[in-house]
């Protein structure tokens, strides 16, 4: 069995499926209490990347601002949840995680707090912890 460290192409993804896939990204990049310019850059790079720049712009940013008010609102857990829910096939959401591990890392570091959330995202998505810790080590290094 060979894998692969590149996600399925998102083109073919319907709205609430592609924004689950931003909100992953978006509740790791503030798991260590901070949004660093490093990840801030990527994290618009890879969602414009992502979405063939269909979400960019003041697009991307209204979606971020009700993505950020529905997790102080509703908390991680509840987001998590909805995110499950929504990404509803094994390979869309371990291209989310495996996204989502891509963003954690591009500053050069995985906090504790940062791998902590990779796996409670792990946990969430209903992937296994040790595939999950494998992602890390194949994209992080």
Known sequence: MTTTNS???VKELDEPRLEALIETMFIAAFADG?????ERK???ESIESL???????????ALLQRMK??????GQPARLASVKERLA????????????????????IIRTSERELLFDLADALEIDRDAAAD???QIAG
């Open 7 to 9: 996600p399925p192409s």
């Open 34 to 38: 901070e949004f660093s310019e490093e």
């Open 42 to 44: 990527h994290f618009g």
């Open 51 to 61: 979405t063939d720049r269909r979400i960019s712009g003041k697009t991307l940013e």
């Open 69 to 74: 008010t529905d997790l102080d609102a509703q």
């Open 89 to 108: 096939t094994p390979g869309a959401r371990k291209a989310a995680l495996a996204l989502t591990i891509q963003l954690v890392a591009s500053d050069g």
């Open 135 to 137: 992602l890390v080590k």
